[in-house]
């Protein structure tokens, strides 16, 4: 059996489309190999992040069947987004599979119920698809896609924290879930106008580069406020994601009680995601570490919703250790 297989690196099935045309093992020891994927049933994205978080690095495919892996690999979604030959139908379809490889991997890591978990998915994947109903909606879409794989991953679990959490504050009726599931999914959307160095610098940004980066919000107000099926309160959200209970947030400095609070929870869950996430300038915190570093930036949150998240994710944690 020996030399039979080639190793495929893991994260690469990770943006690629859910049919494949061949199959992949899991290497079990030398010469011996688990079909894990099948050219049937397709990638398992579930079974694909518990593989990513179990630590996990290669993937093995058949050598007689290279040329299809290939060709696969051609057929990748960073290829065929940004293709004006491919129907937009199609796209919409390759998005929804990058949502739900992100959510699958998102509720590996952080332990969100069945139900709460069922919604989520729901509300993400319809707000998707109605995106991709008409050009100009599809066009803000895959803004957030081209800017890179961290935007796109980080919209969408922010938008199913914030649902988490407003469930969790007790004050949510389906409307306000809704609202904070769009307003989170869109809420960085003007990060898409600034130049990725600026996005995703690995060092310390200039005070020139700060400024450009404070204007986001500001931006995704204009992205969206012609879009007629993203409400106002969606517009809101954007705009005041960033401000904070103190006033020293941005754009406006707004203070307590003044800000949208679907805002606060999508900047919150925004906080929360970033922190737990693995950026270029640095590795990904802990969820212990990241409620930790939440609770002691006094002033900036809203106080009630920092417990709120600390009594969801805390005790979840405390649970599974014990």
Request: charged residues 25%; proline residues 5%.
């Given at each position: ?12 099935f990770r943006n690629s489309a859910k049919d494949i045309t061949f199959d992949v093992y899991l290497k079990l020891a030398e010469d011996n190999y688990a079909h894990v994927f099948s050219r049937s049933s397709g990638v398992d994205y579930k079974r694909l992040a518990q593989y990513i978080s179990k630590g996990i690095t290669h993937l093995f495919v058949r050598e007689e069947d290279d040329l299809l892996f290939r060709e696969y690999m051609k057929k990748s979604p960073d290829k065929m987004l940004f293709d004006p030959e491919v129907p937009d139908a199609k796209k919409v379809s390759l998005l929804l599979n990058m949502a739900e490889q992100n959510l ?219």
């Amino acid at each position: 059996m020996a030399g039979k297989y080639f190793p495929v690196d893991i994260k690469m099935f990770r943006n690629s489309a859910k049919d494949i045309t061949f199959d992949v093992y899991l290497k079990l020891a030398e010469d011996n190999y688990a079909h894990v994927f099948s050219r049937s049933s397709g990638v398992d994205y579930k079974r694909l992040a518990q593989y990513i978080s179990k630590g996990i690095t290669h993937l093995f495919v058949r050598e007689e069947d290279d040329l299809l892996f290939r060709e696969y690999m051609k057929k990748s979604p960073d290829k065929m987004l940004f293709d004006p030959e491919v129907p937009d139908a199609k796209k919409v379809s390759l998005l929804l599979n990058m949502a739900e490889q992100n959510l699958n991997e998102l509720f590996n890591v952080v332990a969100i119920g069945n139900e709460v978990a069922a919604s989520s998915t729901k509300v993400v994947k319809s707000f998707i698809t109605m995106m991709g109903q008409n050009p100009k909606t599809l066009a803000t879409l895959l803004r957030t896609a081209s800017h890179g794989e961290y935007l796109f991953y980080h919209s969408i679990s922010v938008a199913v924290i914030s649902m988490y959490l407003a469930k969790a504050t007790g004050q949510a009726n389906p409307r306000m879930l809704e609202i904070c599931g769009m307003g989170g999914f869109l809420h960085d959307i003007g990060l898409t106008m600034l130049p990725k160095e600026v996005v995703d610098s690995p060092t310390d940004l200039t005070p020139a580069q700060w400024r450009e980066m404070r204007s986001h919000p500001k931006l995704g107000v204009k992205m969206i406020e012609a879009t007629p099926n993203i409400p106002d309160e969606v517009r809101y959200i954007v705009f005041q994601h960033h401000e904070a209970p103190d006033g020293s947030g941005y754009p406006g400095g707004l203070r307590g009680p003044v800000i949208f609070y679907p805002a606060k929870i999508v900047g919150l869950a925004d906080s929360f995601c970033a922190l737990i996430t693995k950026r270029p300038f640095r590795e990904a915190y802990t969820i212990e570490q990241a409620l930790g570093i939440l609770q002691h930036e006094v002033g900036k949150y809203d106080r009630d919703l920092v417990k709120v998240l600390v009594g969801l994710f805390g005790d979840k944690k405390k649970a599974a250790a014990a």
